[in-house]
């Protein structure tokens, strides 16, 4: 798929958002991009993970054993590029605001994972899941994401395969531009939600 392919699936599916948005590391944005709206259709989620899935190859990871995503946003991604490597494909969830793996899922030392990502804006939430599974002792080679909204800026610590690079501009809360700071904010992301109690 092409940079103008992967866009204009987030097109048609409505995704790309205008407004002023609160994204998951703070900063603020006036673009969002709603993968949601991408996975609600699996035909198209097929395609773009697909792709994912043969950039991950070219780019020398064809030998990872596991996928792991981080929720909420990753999981969807991650199924789906995992079915095209023919891999499990697991993911970690944020338990006080901080990623683990549960739900019985386990790693092997020798193992050699992969964490699939839906966008990465700062490269943070990757980070974080990484620290996570190094935590538990797992081989982390690589990480891979649909959208890289830094446009290549980023740096998860471990080499990152982007589909598309799509650099977009984002802004601390204390430095908007004015007609951002017009326009209130919105947080579409699920870190820092209540969860269930
Ligand atoms: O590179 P970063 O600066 O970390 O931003 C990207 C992250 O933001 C979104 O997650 P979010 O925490 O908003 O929640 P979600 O997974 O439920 O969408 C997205 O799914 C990535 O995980
Ligand atoms: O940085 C984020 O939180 C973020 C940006 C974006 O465009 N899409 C998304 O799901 N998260
Ligand atoms: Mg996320």
Request: with cysteine; hydrophobic share 45%.
């Amino acid at each position: 798929m092409t940079r103008d392919d992967v866009l204009a699936v987030f097109r048609e599916c409505g995704a790309m958002l205008e407004g002023h948005f609160i994204l998951s590391s703070g900063l603020r944005s006036p673009v969002f991009l709603q993968k949601a709206k991408v996975f609600q259709y699996p035909a198209q989620t097929e395609k773009l993970c697909k792709a994912l899935a043969a950039k991950i190859h070219a780019d020398g990871f064809g030998d990872v054993t596991k996928v792991v995503s981080p929720a909420i946003g990753g999981i969807i991604p991650g199924y789906e590029t995992a079915r095209h490597l023919n891999l499990p494909a697991l993911y970690t969830e944020r338990v006080d605001g901080k990623f683990e793996l549960r739900r019985g899922f386990e790693i092997a030392p020798d193992d050699k994972v992969i964490v699939v990502e839906d966008i990465v804006s700062t490269g943070l939430s990757i980070r974080e899941c990484v620290a996570a599974l190094r935590d538990i002792g797992a081989n982390v080679v690589a990480a891979a994401c649909l959208i890289d909204r830094s446009g290549g800026e980023a740096d998860v610590g471990v080499p990152l395969v982007s589909l598309i690079e799509y650099k977009v501009p984002a802004y601390p809360a204390d430095q908007l531009p004015p007609e951002l700071a017009a326009i209130p904010a919105i947080k579409p992301g699920s870190r820092g939600i209540q969860g269930v109690k």
